[in-house]
């Protein structure tokens, strides 16, 4: 909101509806990962492809703000060029985070056994780190980073969390290894469309 509202020269209403677009966008988007991991790709390959995807859209987010002349100018509002490289970048983030939501966590629960005791506590475990980790996170980049941000570059700002998901990339593939991995299947949102399809031709068949 404030990158739109005092960079790119955006009124707040239309800041603010923006804002609320990408983030609709970013809880739709898992709909599209959590079925492709359960149908086609699994946990693993959809993880790494949208963790790609996130990476690229957040290296061309960081561009945007970096590149000469693909931001305007204090007291300007954005050009039709400058918008476009900004609500691209956004909307590859949006995919980007549409595999990784749903899958990062339920892939962490495929590597241990709940028949096995030791599994058993060691899920407790990685669990409370994961979501320890998570809001650690978040806290550096409400606070550092977005200090960061107002203060020295919004380049940099967009540069670090970009570096941040390839130091993830590469420590998620050299695990690659040791993870167990479980078969696609069927995807519950597949079930779902096709008994609501199946309904729709009965009740239109009878009509």
């Not at 509202?5 to 739709?28: H, I, K, P, W």
């Not at 996170?137 to 606070?143: N, Q």
């Not at 949102?189 to 199946?198: C, E, G, L």
């Amino acid at each position: 909101f404030i990158y739109l509202n005092r960079v790119m020269g955006e009124d707040s209403g239309f800041a603010a509806v923006q804002v609320n677009l990408f983030e609709g966008t970013c809880y739709l988007t898992p709909l599209l990962g959590a079925w492709l991991a359960d149908s086609l790709w699994g946990r693993y390959r959809t993880i790494l492809v949208f963790s790609c995807i996130y990476f690229v859209g957040m290296m061309l987010l960081a561009g945007s703000a970096l590149v000469p002349g693909l931001k305007p100018d204090p007291s300007q509002v954005a050009t039709p060029l400058q918008n476009i490289a900004l609500y691209v970048s956004l909307y590859v983030v949006a995919l980007g985070t549409g595999g990784i939501k749903p899958n990062v966590s339920a892939f962490g629960a495929d590597q241990f056994d709940e028949m096995n005791a030791d599994d058993r506590r060691e899920k407790k475990s990685f669990f409370n780190w994961f979501y320890f980790s998570i809001n650690v996170g978040s806290l550096i980049a409400v606070t550092c980073v977005v200090w960061i941000q107002e203060n020295i570059s919004w380049g940099i700002g967009f540069a670090i969390p970009a570096f941040a998901m390839a130091v993830a990339i590469v420590v998620f593939i050299a695990g690659s290894p040791r993870y167990k991995h479980v078969e696609p299947s069927e995807s519950p949102i597949a079930r779902v469309v096709k008994v609501t399809a199946a309904a729709w031709r009965e009740n239109r068949r009878k009509v």
